[in-house]
């Protein structure tokens, strides 16, 4: 099968000749660094340089948000404020000031300030997410991936920040918790917005036929939805339903959402809307792909294998794999792999090893 008739049958979760290889969201950064040591080519110092070094299955990524920043153009350089000790103060991508570790290790960056305080402030931010901004799709990098379009035959992805992740970059978790009750009104502007700026750039790809869109939330933790179901439904779900459908009209086949934690509650929001796919499923929070998979049939499920097995051992992995993946294939719509980034406690031999055993599969 061609990359992009397997991604078809694989969402719509049809008989395929192989599973989609794709066994992991990314690498810890100080994965990488450890691998070096074991033999990894120094050129393989990003997530998609892994992803070709390790041979996942190929397709376009077209970046327009992510776990970084909400889609705005112009970009907000990233710049170093101050030091303070052992931590490094950054404005960063989303033009938020945020703590982090000076010597780089990886961990969660502690929000100071965020950039939306005010409705002056929002009213300010909101034209960098204008889908028409002048500039926006001409850097080098996006180009060449339209470009890419024209003559391969793999499926292109547009990469979005979902509307959570878009109020957490505006105001920060707190500040977008309290405004629920304070400012509900600027929560439903940022909406507007978001809706506007997601359509706006799928209907000036739609001539590249782009196959799949993703939305990065991370709106859950290991004890559930950050906010209620109730206030999903009041500030996201009139928004994400109408841009869900207006992708679908504009003929994106496929949607999924990357969302950490115990998603058990978010997924029949999401199936409300239109999602049809989700990742990672993180077993640490809860997440078991069999029940979810029991109870949501139709569901595109990337991951659900623990990850910390195989830093166990091979045997304890192998267990996971015939317990997990093995019965999620023969249901169609599953995608082996780990269920978040690979730490550096895997060894890059148990990585190759794992790698041979989940491509050795058949639905």
Same mark, same amino acid.
């Given at each position: 099968?061609?990359?992009?008739?397997?991604? /078809?049958? @694989?969402?719509?979760? =049809?008989?395929?000749?192989?599973? %989609? $290889?794709? &066994?992991?969201? #990314?690498?810890?950064?100080?994965?990488?660094?450890?691998?070096?040591?074991?033999?990894?080519?120094?050129?393989?110092?990003?997530?998609?340089?892994?992803?070709?070094?390790?041979?996942?299955?190929?397709?376009?990524?077209?970046?327009?948000?992510?776990?970084?920043?909400?889609?705005?153009?112009?970009?907000?350089? /990233?710049? @170093?404020?101050?030091? =303070?000790?052992?931590?490094?103060? %950054? $404005?960063? &991508?989303?033009? #938020?000031?945020?703590?982090?570790?000076?010597?780089?290790?990886?961990?969660?960056?502690?929000?100071?300030?965020?950039?939306?305080?005010?409705?002056?402030?929002?009213?300010?931010?909101?034209?960098?997410?204008?889908?028409?901004?002048?500039?926006?799709?001409?850097?080098?990098?996006?180009?060449?991936?339209?470009?890419?379009?024209?003559?391969?035959?793999?499926?292109?992805?547009?990469?979005?920040?979902?509307?959570?992740?878009?109020?957490?970059?505006?105001?920060?978790?707190?500040?977008?918790?309290?405004?629920?009750?304070?400012?509900?009104?600027?929560?439903?502007?940022?909406?507007?917005?978001?809706?506007?700026?997601?359509?706006?750039?799928?209907?000036?790809?739609?001539?590249?036929?782009?196959?799949?869109?993703?939305?990065?939330?991370?709106?859950?933790?290991?004890?559930?939805?950050?906010?209620?179901?109730?206030?999903?439904?009041?500030?996201?779900?009139?928004?994400?339903?109408?841009?869900?459908?207006?992708?679908?009209?504009?003929?994106?086949?496929?949607?999924?959402?990357?969302?950490?934690?115990?998603?058990?509650?978010?997924?029949?929001?999401?199936?409300?809307?239109?999602?049809?796919?989700?990742?990672?499923?993180?077993?640490?929070?809860?997440?078991?792909?069999?029940?979810?998979?029991?109870?949501?049939?139709?569901?595109?499920?990337?991951?659900?294998?623990?990850?910390?097995?195989?830093?166990?051992?091979?045997?304890?992995?192998?267990?996971?794999?015939?317990?997990?993946?093995?019965?999620?294939?023969?249901?169609?719509?599953?995608?082996?792999?780990?269920?978040?980034?690979?730490?550096?406690?895997?060894?890059?031999?148990?990585?190759?090893?794992?790698?041979?055993?989940?491509?050795?599969?058949?639905?």
């Amino acid at each position: 099968m061609r990359a992009k008739d397997r991604f /078809r049958a @694989l969402c719509g979760c =049809e008989t395929m000749d192989r599973p %989609w $290889r794709f &066994e992991t969201v #990314g690498f810890w950064t100080e994965t990488l660094r450890r691998w070096r040591g074991e033999g990894l080519p120094r050129w393989v110092s990003s997530d998609p340089r892994a992803y070709a070094y390790f041979h996942f299955d190929p397709w376009i990524p077209l970046v327009v948000g992510d776990h970084r920043q909400p889609g705005v153009w112009p970009p907000i350089k /990233r710049v @170093l404020l101050r030091r =303070e000790g052992d931590h490094e103060i %950054w $404005r960063n &991508e989303h033009g #938020g000031d945020e703590k982090i570790f000076a010597d780089g290790h990886s961990a969660l960056p502690h929000l100071i300030r965020s950039p939306v305080e005010t409705m002056a402030d929002l009213r300010r931010y909101l034209p960098l997410l204008d889908p028409n901004a002048p500039g926006r799709f001409s850097l080098r990098g996006d180009r060449a991936l339209i470009h890419l379009t024209r003559f391969m035959d793999w499926p292109l992805g547009i990469l979005f920040a979902g509307l959570f992740a878009t109020y957490r970059y505006l105001l920060g978790l707190e500040r977008f918790m309290l405004t629920v009750y304070d400012a509900p009104e600027m929560l439903h502007e940022i909406a507007r917005a978001w809706e506007r700026h997601v359509v706006g750039i799928a209907k000036r790809l739609a001539a590249r036929r782009p196959l799949f869109v993703s939305f990065w939330e991370d709106m859950c933790y290991r004890n559930g939805m950050f906010i209620s179901p109730k206030a999903y439904r009041e500030f996201i779900t009139p928004y994400f339903h109408r841009a869900v459908q207006e992708l679908y009209d504009t003929g994106v086949e496929f949607t999924l959402v990357d969302s950490d934690g115990d998603v058990t509650k978010l997924i029949p929001l999401l199936e409300e809307v239109g999602i049809k796919g989700m990742m990672p499923f993180e077993v640490q929070s809860g997440m078991d792909i069999r029940e979810i998979r029991r109870r949501h049939p139709r569901l595109v499920i990337f991951g659900g294998l623990d990850k910390r097995l195989l830093a166990q051992s091979r045997e304890a992995m192998e267990k996971e794999i015939e317990e997990k993946a093995v019965p999620l294939l023969r249901t169609g719509g599953y995608v082996p792999g780990f269920d978040h980034a690979v730490p550096p406690d895997i060894s890059l031999a148990d990585f190759r090893w794992c790698l041979k055993r989940l491509r050795g599969l058949r639905p």
